[in-house]
T-cell receptor, first 113, second 112 residues
Framework: GENVEQHPSTLSVQEGDSAVIKCTYSDSASNYFPWYKQELGKRPQLIID?????GEKKDQRIAVTLNKTAKHFSLHITETQPEDSAVYFC????????????FGSGTQLTVLP | DTAVSQTPKYLVTQMGNDKSIKCEQNLGHDTMYWYKQDSKKFLKIMFSYNNKELIINETVPNRFSPKSPDKAHLNLHINSLELGDSAVYFC???????????FGPGTRLLVL
């Protein structure tokens, strides 16, 4: 099945700095890569996704880049704010199944004021 | 309006008991999911289901079974609960796997 690896597991940045979280995947046929944010005690929520026909997508302070050749994709958060503190998950479609996602192990981002 | 809802929010029970968690979505989605999130925050797919196909993750014990009375509901039944079943269980739904999944608020299960 699909193997999704996510790094780092924890990340602390100063408010206003940038944060980058990276994921690799194993199935070269994967073509959809979402990122979810989970605040403490809350449900995961989609913040941005990218499909394999583009290399980068931006939404205000958040961007995702995709390198299909290297099979990795990254989440970039600029001008971080304390409310960005959360666990972030990447995901990719599970191999052989059009109906499941495999999630990365999560990154605990802490933005220090 | 709540898109994906789950009940109960908290569930504390003894080992060996049988329990159910209910999930409902009002988004008109065709596919629903159950995830288990352990204390280390790992989010693991347990099942995905639509009216045509049930996909069971191979690591899920057969004590766990999804039941769908209709397209808007996917309930999770757990038999003979074990200590290791303690976790947060999330229901989710989407139109397709390659589109946004909307998660329920989670059910925090504690097995004593």
């Amino acid at each position: 099945g699909e193997n999704v690896e996510q790094h780092p597991s924890t990340l602390s940045v100063q408010e206003g700095d940038s944060a980058v979280i990276k994921c690799t995947y194993s199935d070269s046929a994967s073509n959809y890569f979402p990122w979810y944010k989970q605040e403490l005690g809350k449900r995961p929520q989609l913040i941005i996704d990218i499909r394999s026909n583009v290399g980068e997508k931006k939404d205000q302070r958040i961007a995702v880049t995709l390198n299909k050749t290297a099979k990795h994709f990254s989440l970039h958060i600029t001008e971080t704010q304390p409310e960005d503190s959360a666990v972030y998950f990447c995901a990719a479609p599970s191999s052989g199944s059009a109906r499941q996602l495999t999630f990365g192990s999560g990154t605990q981002l802490t933005v220090l004021p | 309006d709540t898109a994906v809802s789950q009940t109960p929010k908290y569930l504390v029970t003894q080992m060996g008991n049988d329990k159910s968690i209910k999930c409902e979505q009002n988004l008109g989605h065709d596919t629903m999911y159950w995830y288990k999130q352990d204390s280390k925050k790992f989010l693991k797919i347990m099942f995905s289901y639509n009216n045509k196909e049930l996909i069971i993750n191979e690591t899920v014990p057969n004590r766990f079974s999804p039941k769908s009375p209709d397209k808007a509901h996917l309930n999770l039944h757990i038999n003979s609960l074990e200590l290791g079943d303690s976790a947060v269980y999330f229901c989710a739904s989407s139109r397709l796997a390659e589109e946004t999944q909307y998660f329920g608020p989670g059910t925090r299960l504690l097995v004593l």
